[in-house]
């Protein structure tokens, strides 16, 4: 995320203070309300509905996520690092490629 973004999220934030209501509990809520809601787009169907709902709430989650990481002093670049670090141990592209199954399943055929 740019900076003026993240900037402009914190003000948004600030002029309204609602940073007391920004817990750690209830912006891990909003994160599963608004990724719930994101979900919405593609109940009952397997089209994707409407590409401008799938922004609203994608912004919503990435909003709430970037407040989350915030009220924790948490930096994104390390954090999500950290996670793809891991994850290419745990999922090596040359036992993985093309593969959906969970890395469990594909380690007992080393």
């Given at each position: 995320?740019?900076?003026e973004?993240?900037?402009?999220?914190?003000?948004?934030?600030?002029?309204?203070?609602?940073?007391?209501f920004?817990?750690?509990?209830?912006?891990?809520?909003?994160?599963c309300?608004?990724?719930?809601?994101?979900?919405?787009?593609?109940?009952?169907?397997?089209?994707?509905?409407?590409i401008?709902?799938?922004?609203?709430?994608?912004?919503?989650?990435?909003?709430?996520?970037?407040?989350?990481?915030?009220?924790?002093?948490?930096?994104?670049?390390?954090?999500?690092?950290?996670?793809?670090?891991?994850?290419?141990?745990?999922?090596?592209?040359?036992?993985?490629?093309?593969s959906?199954?969970?890395?469990?399943?594909?380690?007992?055929?080393?």
């Amino acid at each position: 995320m740019k900076k003026e973004t993240y900037d402009r999220l914190m003000k948004f934030r600030e002029d309204r203070d609602w940073a007391q209501f920004h817990t750690g509990e209830n912006l891990a809520k909003s994160i599963c309300i608004e990724a719930s809601e994101l979900l919405e787009v593609f109940q009952w169907t397997k089209e994707e509905k409407s590409i401008e709902k799938v922004k609203e709430e994608l912004a919503d989650v990435i909003m709430y996520a970037t407040l989350m990481a915030d009220h924790y002093h948490l930096d994104i670049d390390e954090i999500v690092n950290t996670k793809l670090d891991a994850n290419e141990k745990k999922y090596p592209a040359e036992l993985v490629r093309g593969s959906s199954k969970k890395y469990t399943e594909y380690r007992n055929k080393k």
